[in-house]
């Protein structure tokens, strides 16, 4: 209910802090507050505190003068910078804000993580959900201070502290300049036509609204439970437009967890598999998406249910896409269309982004080619968001094509702002 919480958005002034102050204020919240170490974007409507988060002082004292009963807590460093501002942003100044909430009695916490903290870089990442374990050896040190922030945060979860942590995966949208502008240099220099691997690699990417709408649900559902005979209701499927929803059905894949597949099940699987089905047939599937609330689908009704907090939830768009129509749907938006495609192997594609590495550190220059970005082009990396339809209600709002006509519009409004402001200094 609105007016229920005086909240503090600390990075409120960042992409995704920005799109959460506007989504409270557009729902009529009038106790709306921004930690952030500079101010921008916003009027009146919200007071500011200026501040370094791995500063406790600076923390307790916007906690302190904003009253603050619900803290959402996004500040964290872009990609690209070095460790110790990981290590002092995401580690440290996490630890600032949970001991500061204790302190001064803040009862709710959402933590923005990232769908990065169980990816290592080598595995492929094929519709996981939260009880995928962290990687033994993280990707890199963003990842590895977020993981290690999301823990503390979950671990701080208690009856005077109630926590939760969204992990968003690629996230876009107005405000991201970092994606964008990436995508952008490719067509700028002609190389639009190349592609690394043979795009049959799935993909997450998550309308920064729908991101911010799901932490407005996390924070207003933390002190609730899900009932358990829930667990055991039928629950719509997102398909590709999000213009209508689906139920999923087979002979094999019944409604809810699957935990006892019977003879009949286990038959029909198998006539699938060896081929021996009509084109008709539903495909059979013995373990399916719901298996993860198996053991809730199988608790007796009480009254206190699940809990919401001290939980990770995965949060994406539920529309995974090829990597490279992605890239090629970004690029329609400005009007572009590769005249052909030229498909390059992975193999030469890394030989190629190592020999770009070396050459960058011999000019001394950022490279725009490198072995990371050519694993990211071509492994499979999208998630399942199950839980977090369950558990907060949460349905993307926005879909794919929708946001990228949002995202590219944007753009377009930014890149005429700095050509007219290029004109006005040439004057």
Not at 19 to 42: C, K, M, N, P, Y
Not at 162 to 171: D, E, K, N, Q, Y
Not at 235 to 252: C, K, N, Y
Not at 394 to 407: F, I, N, R, S
Request: glycine residues 8%; aromatic residues 10%; contains cysteine.
């Amino acid at each position: 209910m609105p007016g229920s919480e005086s909240y503090l958005v600390v990075g409120g002034c960042g992409f995704l802090g920005r799109h959460i102050v506007e989504q409270l204020l557009a729902r009529g919240e009038t106790q709306v507050s921004v930690f952030d170490i500079v101010q921008r974007h916003f009027d009146s409507n919200v007071t500011f505190y200026i501040g370094d988060i791995a500063k406790p002082e600076d923390v307790t004292n916007a906690l302190k003068k904003s009253n603050a009963t619900a803290v959402i807590h996004t500040a964290s460093p872009a990609h690209g910078g070095k460790p110790e501002i990981y290590e002092l942003v995401n580690v440290t100044g996490t630890r600032n804000i949970i001991d500061c909430c204790l302190d001064l009695g803040v009862k709710k916490l959402v933590y923005t993580s990232s769908a990065g903290v169980i990816y290592d870089g080598a595995m492929d990442i094929v519709s996981v959900d939260e009880r995928l374990p962290y990687p033994t050896k993280p990707l890199d040190a963003y990842n590895r201070t977020k993981a290690e922030a999301e823990k503390m945060v979950l671990d701080a979860n208690s009856e005077e502290l109630a926590t939760c942590a969204l992990r968003p995966a690629g996230i876009f949208g107005p405000g991201d300049r970092q994606m964008i502008n990436g995508f952008y240099q490719v067509i700028q220099n002609n190389q639009t036509r190349f592609q690394i691997g043979d795009n049959l690699n799935v993909y997450d990417f998550t309308y920064v609204g729908n991101v911010a709408y799901a932490h407005l649900l996390a924070v207003d559902k933390l002190d609730q439970r899900y009932p358990y005979m829930s667990f055991r209701e039928p629950i719509a499927s997102i398909d590709m437009s999000l213009g209508a929803h689906r139920v999923p059905t087979s002979d094999a894949h019944p409604l809810g967890p699957n935990a006892s597949p019977s003879e009949a099940d286990r038959l029909a699987a198998q006539r699938f598999a060896s081929g021996q089905f009509e084109e008709a047939d539903q495909r059979p599937v013995l373990r399916n998406r719901m298996d993860q609330f198996g053991p809730q689908a199988n608790l007796e009704d009480d009254e206190e249910g699940y809990p919401i907090a001290g939980q990770a939830f995965f949060i994406t768009n539920g529309e995974p896409i090829y990597f490279w129509d992605f890239a090629r749907a970004i690029w329609s938006q400005f009007g572009h269309t590769p005249p052909y495609i030229i498909a390059i192997p992975v193999a030469i594609g890394l030989i190629l982004a190592t020999l770009a590495e070396a050459f960058s550190k011999l000019t001394g220059k950022e490279p725009g080619f490198t072995r990371f970005r050519v694993a990211i082009a071509t492994q499979q990396k999208y998630h399942d968001i199950e839980k977090a339809r369950r558990l907060l209600g949460y349905e993307p709002q926005v879909g794919l094509a929708d946001g990228l006509k949002k995202w590219t519009e944007w753009y377009k409004g930014e890149l005429e702002k700095q050509r007219g402001t290029e004109t006005e200094k040439t004057k």
